[in-house]
Nanobody
Framework: QVQLVESGGGSVQPGGSLRLSCAAS????????MGWYRQAPGKERELVAA???????TYAESVKGRFIISRENAKNTVSLQMNSLRPEDTAVYYC???????????????WGPGTPVTVSG
């Protein structure tokens, strides 16, 4: 079993910043991809940013130049620095990890419970 715990969501005015963090724990051999998705009311969940184990980042077009993803492989953590936030960034943000498990060496996807981000002013 693998658990993802998120922190850092909240409310901010347009133009403000927030930092999300996520820590993975449990039966982990390695984490291939780790990143963030978001789901706004009435919309499908979408990729925000993700990073491979070799530190290659991927960003949604809508957040390029404003969000920065970082990862610490040794600690199984990933963070998302969100700058110049806009009302359309309002959503529940979910941490995601593609994990190769310690005992079975099988790969599976895990999700955090989600942390809400509200941008309004």
């Amino acid at each position: 079993q693998v658990q993802l715990v998120e922190s850092g969501g909240g409310s901010v005015q347009p133009g403000g910043s927030l930092r999300l963090s996520c820590a993975a724990s449990g039966s982990i051999f390695s984490i291939n991809f780790m990143g963030w998705y978001r789901q706004a009311p009435g919309k499908e969940r979408e990729l925000v940013a993700a990073m491979s184990r070799r530190d290659t980042p991927t960003y949604a077009e809508s957040v390029k130049g404003r969000f920065i993803i970082s990862r610490e492989n040794a600690k199984n953590t990933v963070s998302l620095q969100m700058n110049s936030l806009r009302p359309e960034d309002t959503a529940v943000y979910y941490c995601h990890a593609n994990v190769q498990e310690l005992r079975t060496f099988k790969t599976d996807n895990y999700w955090g419970p989600g942390t809400p981000v509200t941008v309004s002013g």
